[in-house]
């Protein structure tokens, strides 16, 4: 074997040992947020079907101009 392929072979044996330990160093998570009766609710995004289409839907896009009420229906719709 020429130096050159001994060298790619010590690099990708490198590499394939180095990539696992590196990708499993755990990252910080953010502290969960903790909302009390009165707060102001963060922004969020949702997919919202309008009966004949899904289309993006923001709370900012209601704050100020009416109340909102938000209810999750988990597995909706698919018998689970």
């Known amino acids: 074997m020429t130096n050159y392929r001994i060298s790619l072979v010590l690099a990708l044996t490198l590499a394939a040992v180095l990539t696992p330990s590196l990708c499993a160093q755990e990252k910080p ?3 969960p947020m903790k909302l009390k009766v009165g707060d102001v609710a963060p922004d969020f995004n949702l997919k919202y079907y309008d009966g004949t289409k899904m289309r993006d839907i923001s709370l ?21």
């Open 60 to 80: 900012h896009e209601f704050r100020g101009k009416k109340n909102v009420i938000v209810a999750f229906f988990v597995f909706a719709f698919t018998g689970g």
């Open 29 to 31: 998570q953010p502290a």
